[in-house]
């Protein structure tokens, strides 16, 4: 993952991470009843959106703690 991703996570408010965690989720789920249909053309997609989440709730939970 590239440095100005992570940095984008960081700067959002906490309202946008939750909302791109749920949006995100509701996508990897779309995919996984789609790759059983049909084949997908970036069978990677869903490995780095996994990642992309894992960092988000990362740094979701480190705001959390540090607000309190």
């Known amino acids: ?7 984008s ?8 991470l ?7 989720k509701a996508t990897i789920y779309t995919m996984v009843v ?3 249909n049909k084949p ?5 997609e869903q490995k780095t959106l996994r990642k992309k989440i894992a960092l988000a709730q990362t740094i979701l939970h480190a705001k959390e703690l540090t607000h309190e």
């Open 40 to 44: 997908m053309k970036n069978v990677r």
């Open 9 to 16: 996570f960081v700067t959002m408010k906490t309202e946008e």
């Open 18 to 24: 939750v909302k791109f965690i749920s949006e995100s």
């Open 1 to 7: 993952m590239k440095k100005k991703d992570k940095q």
């Open 34 to 36: 789609q790759r059983f």
